[in-house]
Nanobody, 124 residues
Framework: QVQLVESGGGLVQAGGSLRLSCAPS????????MGWFRQAAGKERDFVAAINWNADTTLYADSVKGRFTISRDNAKNTVYLQMNSLKPEDTAVYYC?????????????????WGQGTQVTVSQ
């Protein structure tokens, strides 16, 4: 059973930075793709970023391109989302997800396991 545990969320002022981490437990994840999604209050969950199994492919939502960076450290079994120049509209619960296929994807349906989410709040 794979469990994904996110950390690093919190409250930050606009223009600030946060780094989210996600560490799958139960098995090594070096052959899996990882993604980050977010859900703001009252809205659907949206794609944020994804990275394939060997980190040679990354995908970003247009709304975060140039501000957010997804990366992974397979030796530490961890994927990161570095979020810079945060805006109030980035406020959401952020979820990491794992895709056994190893191919980065924007589509929720292609992910096999999900974390519980971590809250990110960006104040004015």
């Amino acid at each position: 059973q794979v469990q994904l545990v996110e950390s690093g969320g919190g409250l930050v002022q606009a223009g600030g930075s946060l780094r989210l981490s996600c560490a799958p437990s139960g098995r090594t994840f070096s052959t899996y793709a990882m993604g980050w999604f977010r859900q703001a209050a009252g809205k659907e969950r949206d794609f944020v970023a994804a990275i394939n199994w060997n980190a040679d492919t990354t995908l970003y939502a247009d709304s975060v391109k140039g501000r957010f960076t997804i990366s992974r450290d397979n030796a530490k079994n961890t994927v990161y989302l570095q979020m810079n120049s945060l805006k109030p509209e980035d406020t959401a619960v952020y979820y990491c997800a794992l895709d056994f296929r190893g191919i980065a994807s924007r589509y929720e349906a292609e992910y096999d396991h999900w974390g519980q989410g971590t809250q990110v709040t960006v104040s004015q």
